[in-house]
């Protein structure tokens, strides 16, 4: 066989979705996946779960759903949405997760832009899209994933998911499909202006979960129990559900808004291996456990990312707990998997305190992805751990462009390359640290909020002036937007009647904690708002 026949050969492999659920029914049926849902907890195996799968698959194509099409998700973690997860990409539809934390304007948008024709929604978040459903001319039909009866509701047409699956045949072909097709998309927020799409082929999240398997990634093996505590409606779950599903762990899936005890209760009764969430979470868990006796003793790894990981949280993980957090960085155009924390072995014997604060930094950069580290020149900075640049990354499960936008996606990449708008040094282990961000946004609890968007909200207030909003570090949320607002000349108004006038257009978790007011907001050479000067400002305001 000649040499070019060969690679041709390799290359008619199609890297897909199907594989891993074909592998998880044929080698892993007895593994089992559970799920906490509003009636206590469900439990059944990857043989169960694939035949359900395939149910799924029969009434959406029934449903008249087919190659392309896009259907939308509004869920927590739960069995069902797993089910979404890979039934949709395996009959060749693209499964788009909304995210329950946008304001109603932005789920309306998300959901029109990416032209869902059905959606998928947890009984308990029914009202929230009955409140945009006038605004969605597009979805054909809405499925309540309720255990029992159809609640009331104002939606129509609807159905219930159990029904739709009881109703399907039980076997399905699974068609062969080009690696190069999407499975999915989710939106992420754009510096300015409407959420931006991001497609992931087959392709992209079958590399990338090769990347987490690996022990330089999460390390997920069939001998764990894994936990996404970052929601499957944010950047895929990190990608752990695919993941998991690839190598056949056991998976635990933890439902609507679990709470620190809920989380606990879990890791104890399920033995979780792998748990993986925002900062926020690991500290509302730890105030928790400082209260409350739990045997936490299954867990090998828990990676924490999405924000900063606190150095302190690590240390309190590891001399309280005797746990390890491993720090992760990405993005959802990533994937959204970018850098894993863990030490390399010449590390092994620096002092504790050296090991902690390598740790801190968001790590080394996984296997396949390539980067490069720019000046405002365009020039790369040296990786001496001092000379920040903004990140640049590209590689094989990173997106090449924002769906069906040209304008945001000129902005953010170009040669194939993704301008993360991270600031970042690299130390001379290459190991990457934020120090920066040049994206506008604020990053609360792991979810994004537009200072944008408030600034604007604040400016229309007849009595402001000018207004500016950045992130300031939070011990609980990670970060906490504040606004810097200057006044007309010879105007009065108090921070409590401001945010009362914009409160109608945010969620409660967008609007700023404390407003300063101001003479003058410093500005850049160009006239912009000076936000690093504003946050230089903020640092020297006393605690509150
Ligand atoms: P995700 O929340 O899954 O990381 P997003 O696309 O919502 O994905 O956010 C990506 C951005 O979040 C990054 O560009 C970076 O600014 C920030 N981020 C993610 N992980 C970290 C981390 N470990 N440390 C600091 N910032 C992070």
Redesign the pocket.
Known sequence: MSAGLSSQVSRDYQLTLTNFLERARRFFPRQEIVSRGAQGISRYNYRQFYRRVCRLDNALSALGIGQGDRVGSFAWNTHRHLELYFGLPCMGAVMHTVNIRLSPEQIAYVINHAQDKLLFIDEDLVPAIEQVAAKLPGVQRYVIMCEGELPPTSLAPVCSYEELLAEAPENYDFPQLDEGLPAGLAY??GTTGDPKGVIYTHRMLFLHSFALALAGGFGISEADTTMAL?PMF???A?GIPYTSTMVGAKQVLPGPHPQPEEIAGLIQTERVSFAAG??TVWIGLLQFLEQQNYDLSSLQQIV??????PLSLIKAYRDKLGLQIH????????S????V?TLKRSMSDWPAEQQLAQQAK??LLLPGLEMRVLDESGCEVPWDGETSGE?LVRGPWVAREYYRDPEASAQRFAGGWLR???VVTVDRESYLQ?VD?T?D?V?SG???ISSVALENALMAHPQVLEAAVIAVPDERW?ERPLAYVVLKPDQQLSAEELLGSITAQFPKFWLPDEVTFIDELPKTGVGKFNKRALRQLAQQRPRR
């Open positions: 992420t927020s970052v944010h950047a895929n990190w925002v900062p924490c990312g999405g924000s900063a990981v720090q992760a960085w990405g993005m959802t155009e990533m959204p998997a970018g850098s924390g968001q790590g990140l993360t708008g991270d934020i961000r994206k946004l990053k792991g979810e994004w990670s």
